[in-house]
T-cell receptor, first 117, second 111 residues
Framework: GAVVSQHPSWVICKSGTSVKIECRSLDFQATTMFWYRQFPKQSLMLMATSNEGSKATYEQGVEKDKFLINHASLTLSTLTVTSAHPEDSSFYIC?????????????FGPGTRLTVL | QKEVEQDPGPLSVPEGAIVSLNCTYSNSAFQYFMWYRQYSRKGPELLMYTYSSGNKEDGRFTAQVDKSSKYISLFIRDSQPSDSATYLCAMSVQAGTALIFGKGTTLSVSS
């Protein structure tokens, strides 16, 4: 299967600071990546679709000015949580589909656990 | 009604048992169906992928899709303690689009 990495795997920050999370496709190129958020004992909820070379598409209720997404290359998408607050504490996971699956199979990164104090 | 319904469990079985996990959905446009396994504090791992209706087998795992009933299943044969995890069903309308997930079923296999 394809490999997707995320960095950092966990981060603790103070309220009001910004945190950047990287998502990389290691062995394939991804024109589209997806960012999900998962609260404890809850399922994954889509936050936004990240498109290489263009603006991200955000789901209803997700603040685009708070969750900045940059898909700078075919192997890297970043999610920046700006002015983080305790309610932003969550598990953030990205996914991508290799072209050889015709987009039908999505592979997930290991996730980033964000704790805002 | 949520788009994808999945019984959260927990489901506890003895080692060697056959496990049946299920999801129902409401959107008849879903065509791509996946099962993921997620261990605590880890990202989901793709187990099975099925397009449209039918069965697919991979080792101890069998995925079934019944589009007429809007019902999908994952069977695990000869379950092992290492199968203890949360199993998430996911589906999408088109290839390359975001997935809609069920809540996940927590499975515990005791030795």
């Amino acid at each position: 299967g394809a490999v997707v990495s995320q960095h950092p795997s966990w981060v603790i920050c103070k309220s009001g600071t910004s945190v950047k999370i990287e998502c990389r496709s290691l062995d394939f190129q991804a024109t589209t990546m997806f960012w999900y958020r998962q609260f404890p004992k809850q399922s994954l909820m889509l936050m936004a679709t990240s498109n290489e070379g263009s603006k991200a598409t955000y789901e209803q209720g997700v603040e685009k000015d708070k969750f900045l997404i940059n898909h700078a290359s075919l192997t890297l998408s970043t999610l920046t949580v700006t002015s983080a607050h305790p309610e932003d504490s969550s598990f953030y996971i990205c996914s991508a589909s290799p072209a050889w699956t015709s987009g039908s199979e999505q592979f997930f990164g290991p996730g980033t656990r964000l704790t805002v104090l | 009604q949520k788009e994808v319904e999945q019984d959260p469990g927990p489901l506890s079985v003895p080692e060697g048992a056959i496990v049946s996990l299920n999801c129902t959905y409401s959107n008849s446009a879903f065509q791509y169906f996946m099962w993921y396994r997620q261990y605590s504090r880890k990202g989901p791992e793709l187990l099975m992928y099925t397009y449209s209706s039918g069965n697919k087998e991979d080792g101890r795992f069998t995925a079934q899709v019944d589009k007429s009933s809007k019902y999908i299943s994952l069977f695990i044969r000869d379950s092992q303690p290492s199968d203890s995890a949360t199993y998430l069903c996911a589906m999408s309308v088109q290839a390359g689009t975001a997935l809609i997930f069920g809540k996940g079923t927590t499975l515990s296999v005791s030795s």
